[in-house]
């Protein structure tokens, strides 16, 4: 009865374009769940020097879901600081797609979701790359490794970087700290966007340099140079881009009522 209520005074809205949604619908409606969806079928490698066309030595095999678009990015600012973590479940469905379409990358044993500082974590309440790994390890029965690697605290927030910034930040960022969890696994990192590359290819590098039998990486989006995704994640977590008034009074979660790590996404 509450609901009902609830629902006739603010009709839930979706969180991307203000439509209101249908009864199946949940907090983003299908239309822009559909132009979200841009798939990305050209696997990439990742080297020092962020994304490569081409194979070489010592290089890590990627691949993405879909192609960057700001739809799909409005999609995953609401998820990863606005206070709506239930949006991953949606996301990783594109995680496991493309992993049905790649066999290299749909042969992990092991998947090991980019780690967050302790502040970052603590922060933000949830590692948002633990929610997008966690339906892809249920769908293809390879164990989540949280703890095999630490963030060290000192990076700097990747959305704000050039790319030579971008690759300074993070080449000491990872630090081994359970090697048996990886060594002679194939292991699959996951991420929400690849950008530069920068911060995959070190996490990948001290996985490998831990024994795994083989790295690979898979992100939601793949953004390129000139998509400029740091601009839509520029704010921080606690201030993420406004919602009009009425998603204010619906989702009272964004504006502070409930603490985001509450998980008070509806």
């Excluded at 609901?3 to 209101?20: G, H, I, M, T």
């Excluded at 009864?23 to 080297?47: D, T, Y």
């Excluded at 966007?193 to 070190?202: E, P």
Aim: glycine share 8%.
């Amino acid at each position: 009865m509450r609901k009902a209520l609830l629902d006739f005074l603010y009709p839930p809205l979706c969180l991307v374009c203000d439509r209101r949604l249908g009864a199946e619908e949940r907090l983003v409606c299908e239309r822009c769940w559909e132009r979200a969806r841009r798939e990305e079928r050209i696997p990439f490698r990742l080297g020092p020097e962020g994304i490569a066309a081409g194979p070489g030595e010592g290089w890590f095999y990627a691949g993405s879901a879909n192609r960057w678009n700001d739809t799909l990015g409005l999609i995953l600012h609401r998820f990863k600081y606005g206070g709506f973590p239930s949006l991953g479940e949606r996301l990783a469905r594109s995680l496991l797609s493309a992993a049905e379409r790649d066999p290299l990358l749909a042969e992990a044993d092991r998947i090991v979701p980019v780690p967050l500082t302790r502040a970052r974590l603590a922060e933000r309440g949830f590692n948002h790359s633990l929610l997008l790994a966690r339906p892809l390890a249920a769908a293809t029965g390879a164990t989540i490794v949280e703890k095999a690697v630490r963030r060290r605290g000192r990076s700097r927030s990747q959305t704000r970087l050039d790319p030579e910034g971008r690759r300074r930040n993070v080449r000491r960022a990872f630090r081994p700290r359970n090697p048996e969890a990886v060594r002679g696994a194939r292991v699959l990192v996951v991420d929400d966007v690849i950008t530069t590359g920068s911060t995959a290819y070190a996490l990948a590098r001290v996985l490998a340099g831990m024994g795994a039998r083989s790295v690979r990486v898979l992100s939601v989006a793949r953004a390129g140079s000139s998509d400029r995704p740091g601009a839509l994640f520029s704010s921080s977590s606690r201030s993420p881009a406004p919602l009009s008034p009425s998603k204010r009074r619906r989702f009272p979660s964004i504006t502070g009522w409930f603490p985001t790590r509450s998980g008070s996404d509806r």
